[in-house]
Nanobody, 123 residues
């Protein structure tokens, strides 16, 4: 599975962005998909994950109520809708795939990673 994340950019605090992650390869629909982020000098942080059906989602505490993860298996794409953005959301955002039926918040449990897309939120 190859992943390519895009949609990042510069946005003012309080604004919105939608990230997309396009997957190539077979069995996309059987993977848990996740988003992580990493700010300079900080560890990679779990943002959100969704099961293969889209029926179960999980969010990091810092983004609950502001971010929404979804997927379209027909398009082999997972999305991260981000609203009410804050300067502390500034980071490189990575999408990742986990060959499992269960979501995980641990980066090491994801097998495939995209290249990352930069999100910068100005105050």
């Amino acid at each position: 599975v190859q992943l390519q994340a895009y949609g990042g950019g510069l946005v003012q605090a309080g604004g919105s962005l939608r990230l997309s992650c396009a997957a190539s390869g077979r069995a996309f629909s059987s993977y848990v998909m996740g988003w992580f982020r990493q700010a300079p000098g900080k560890e990679r942080e779990f943002v959100a994950a969704v099961t293969w059906s889209g029926g179960s989602t999980h969010y990091g505490d810092s983004v609950k109520g502001r971010f929404t993860i979804s997927r379209d298996n027909a398009k082999n794409t997972v999305y991260l809708q981000m609203k009410s953005l804050k300067p502390e959301d500034t980071a490189v955002y990575y999408c990742a795939a986990r060959p499992s039926a269960y979501v995980s918040t641990w980066a090491y449990e994801y097998e495939y990673w995209g290249q990352g897309t930069q999100v910068t939120v100005s105050s």
